[in-house]
């Protein structure tokens, strides 16, 4: 179980404290653990220190190849960021004054409509593309914007740095206060099979395209239909938002008379899918987490935009009693911060604020949250076959933590357990103390 059987050849082998969530387990640790890694990336092996001879000679490597982890260090799990605007990070840490649907005409739609303009594009993508790989996020769940060339270059851009990604062409034609940043219904179904046909003809190993309706708001009942039929006959992935604020729950009602909730909204137009993440769903009602959970549609909880924009606040603990998908997400830049890091602290406070509200609120521990970061985002984006953990089999998306990096914010004084030290860099840590990021197999920080 936790050797693979096929005839691989071990690439690299690494020693030293392990530490991961299972779908039984929040906090899994594993203690001077070996974990080998062969040369498609994957994870040929997980055994014991203390097995070093037996497992060299059965899975042929030499021990004096072995990389020992350091005393403060561990790998965990690369995060899995389920929803983030690459174009919005140009703005990233401003404007967050105003209220969702006035954001949104504000800020948010004069400045994505700049991105037709591919060198500026690519000066900002590649800004949001090792920001957030340096901060530890292996996979992004990326909203681009409506203008396919410059999505393309997104996905040639995580791909370049080997982030692992899906990448949307956000589709939206009615309901925008900005005039040149607007498609027709036929120009937004066009671009988006055009993009969808791109960027599957690049063969990155690693990014696939998203469809991506930006939200009921944005988008015609016509287009919505497009949308749902094109990622059914492609069998893609959906993004979208969905109930976010009161004010857009209600604009939706009026917009959608013949629907009963925003959620059936999506479900009518084939758009809710064991394949679809939704952000947000901070005023679903139970019976719209019911929808969720009968078609496996997920959602990705993104608390810093929630507050920072007084949009609500996502019950996780229904969310998760209701056994719907979770992932978090930064949402940048409703959300400022593009580290997961920040979206672990945000789910923790927020879970905490809920508790003061209502003292019988099952607070979220640290461990569970450590898992919405990894696997749960990894199962949000239906990826966590191959992705979300340890587990001979999968892919090897990996951070090496370093505790007690130098130059990092971190004093210790003692030698912690590993709980200790994973507690301490979730709610004290930055990138300083990702000294190492891999994905499938491969070092993609430090950059080369
Ligand atoms: N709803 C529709 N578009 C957006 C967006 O860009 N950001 C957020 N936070 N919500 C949205
Ligand atoms: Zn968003």
Redesign the pocket.
């Known amino acids: 179980e936790r050797e693979r059987e096929t005839n691989t050849t071990i690439a690299h082998v690494y020693r030293g404290t392990f530490v991961h969530s299972t779908p039984h387990t929040a906090l899994q640790i594993l203690e001077d653990a070996l974990l080998g890694v062969d040369t498609e990336g994957k994870i040929a092996f997980i055994g014991k220190g203390e097995e070093l001879n037996k497992l060299s000679q059965s899975c042929g490597f030499s021990p004096s190849e072995v990389i020992q982890l350091a005393q403060h260090e561990f790998f965990m799990p690369g995060m899995v960021d389920t929803h983030i ?1 690459a174009p ?1 990070y140009s703005y990233a840490g401003t404007a967050l004054d105003l209220p ?1 649907l006035q954001w ?1 005409n504000t800020y ?1 739609f004069p400045v994505e409509s700049r991105f037709k303009d591919l060198e500026f594009a690519r000066s900002v993508y590649t800004q949001v593309v090792k920001r957030t790989l340096r901060n530890g996020t292996t996979t992004a769940c990326y ?1 681009a914007t409506i203008h396919t060339d410059a999505s393309l270059l997104l996905g040639k851009i995580t791909n370049d740095f080997g982030q692992r990604a899906l990448v949307g062409k956000v589709c939206m034609d009615i309901n925008n206060a900005v005039k040149h940043y607007k498609e027709t219904s036929e120009e937004s179904q066009e671009e988006t099979c055009r993009f969808i046909a791109e960027l599957l003809k690049k063969k990155y190993p690693l990014v696939k395209p998203v469809v991506t309706p ?2 009921a ?2 988008c015609s009942a016509d287009l919505l239909e497009q949308l749902g039929a094109i990622a059914k006959n492609n069998n893609l992935h959906i993004q979208s ?1 969905i109930s ?1 604020t009161i004010e857009e729950v209600n604009v939706v009602k009026k917009l959608f008379p013949d629907s009963e909730s925003y959620t059936d909204v999506y479900l009518k137009h084939n758009l809710l899918t064991d394949k679809t993440v939704m ?1 947000h769903g901070c005023h679903l009602t139970d019976e719209e987490l019911a929808l969720f959970r009968e078609t496996g549609a997920s959602l990705s909880h993104c608390p810093n ?1 929630n507050i920072s ?1 007084c949009s609500g606040m996502l019950n996780v603990r229904n969310v998760l009693n209701h056994k719907v998908k979770l992932g978090l997400g930064t ?1 940048v830049a ?1 959300g400022y911060s593009a580290s997961m890091l920040d979206a672990v602290r945000r789910t923790l406070d927020t879970s905490k604020v809920l508790t003061i509200q209502e003292p019988d609120y099952c607070t979220l521990s640290f461990e569970e949250v450590f898992r919405l970061a990894t696997l749960g985002g990894s199962q949000a984006l239906s990826m966590d076959d191959h992705t979300g953990n340890f587990e001979v089999g999968k892919d090897f998306d990996a951070l090496r933590v370093n505790v007690a990096a130098p130059e990092g914010p971190i004093d210790l004084v003692q030698v912690d357990e590993p709980k200790i030290l994973l507690e301490k860099f979730l709610n004290l840590g930055d990138d300083r103390n990702i000294v190492e990021v891999y994905v499938a197999g491969r070092k993609v920080v430090p950059f080369e």
């Open positions: 605007h919005q969702l949104l948010t909203f930006r939200f708001l944005s938002h976010e952000a935009s924009l949402d409703g």
